[in-house]
């Protein structure tokens, strides 16, 4: 036999009431702070150790991609002399 469904109960609809107010500039701006101050108290912060390595990382970075601009300049120099000389 088949078993019946039953409905589930139809909960009323709760109208909210809209409000074009705004709040005044300083409450917004004290909401603002207290959102902030609890997504700080969220922040999982690097320790030293996982700073200096960070930072290491990134010095090397830097210095790799300057050599890697510095060559293609000194190859795009010597090829734009290489064109000078031949066509001069």
Avoid: H, Y
Avoid at 4 to 26: F, I, N, Y
Avoid at 37 to 60: I, Y
């Amino acid at each position: 036999m088949a078993e019946e469904k039953k409905a589930a109960p139809q909960q009323k609809a709760v109208a909210v009431k809209k409000t074009t107010e705004k709040p005044k500039r300083s409450q917004r701006i004290k909401k603002w702070f207290r959102d902030m101050k609890s997504e700080l108290k969220k922040v999982v912060w690097p320790t030293p150790k996982q700073t200096a390595k960070n930072t290491g990382v990134a010095l090397v970075v830097i210095v790799v991609c300057a050599i890697v601009l510095w060559a293609f300049d000194q190859v795009a120099q010597q090829t734009v002399r290489a064109l000078i000389d031949i066509f001069a």
